[in-house]
């Protein structure tokens, strides 16, 4: 099983609809990020949590919300999507108490915004 | 503020080395990263290096840092179709503890 698990894993909607992205993770880690990547401009930050009461905005969270409903779990939220929000959305998870800070991902969520 | 730049796409032939390069903007980072995506899949860390090492090997990996020029380079020898997936560099902020990315450099690698 996945440690940091994403749903849905792909989406379609129009404009307009609201959207949320669900991120669960089993590694007992505080941090939890999301990314969105499109091509050429890799992964750019939109909200980061230090622990379940820390909500912090990253590069890009304009238009978009996040929950941290419990140390395992942060969703992602557009209140009223656009086509411009059309990407792939990445959550990932760390441990600041580790060597390197590594970044541990999920498999990504792929959402379509018509 | 901070950025991270990688070149787009870089190909090779299998069995020849490739140097994927980056240069990054913060001179407080921590730690500097490699990491690997391969198709529809997310990314893994392949590879990071402290930010007082020059230098870091791993196998078939070596990972070369220039910390006045702030390049950071990820070398693979003998390199392989299984090498073929798109390369993010990546720099920690000590005091924000966030993970900047570039726009990843795309590898192919022909038989």
């Known amino acids: 099983d996945a440690d940091v698990t994403q749903t849905p894993r792909n989406r379609i909607t129009k404009t307009g609809k609201r959207i949320m992205l669900e991120c669960s993770q089993t590694k007992g880690h505080d941090r939890m990020y999301w990314y969105r990547q499109d091509p050429g401009l890799g992964l750019r930050l939109i909200y980061y949590s230090f622990d379940v009461k820390d909500i912090n905005k990253g590069e890009i969270s304009d238009g978009y919300s996040v929950s941290r409903q419990a140390q395992a779990k942060f969703s992602l939220s557009l209140e009223s999507a656009i086509p411009n929000q059309t990407a792939l959305y990445f959550c990932?998870?760390?441990?600041?108490?580790?060597?390197?800070?590594?970044?541990?991902f999920g498999e990504g969520s792929r959402l379509t915004v018509l | 503020g901070e950025d991270v730049e990688q070149s787009l796409f870089l190909s090779v032939r299998e069995g020849d080395s490739s140097v994927i390069n980056c240069t990054y903007t913060d001179s407080s980072s921590t730690y500097l990263y490699w990491y690997k995506q391969e198709p529809g899949a997310g990314l893994q860390l392949l590879t990071y290096?402290?930010?007082?090492?020059d230098m870091k090997q791993d196998q078939r990996l070596t990972v070369l840092l220039n910390k006045k020029d702030k390049h950071l380079s990820l070398r693979i020898a003998d390199t392989q179709t299984g090498d073929s997936a798109i390369y993010f560099c990546?720099?920690?902020?000590?005091?924000?503890?966030?993970?900047?990315f570039g726009q990843g450099t795309t590898l192919q690698v022909k038989p």
């Open positions: 990932a998870t760390s441990d600041p108490k580790r060597p390197g800070g590594e970044l541990f």
């Open positions: 290096i402290f930010s007082n090492m």
């Open positions: 990546a720099e920690s902020n000590s005091n924000t503890g966030k993970l900047i």
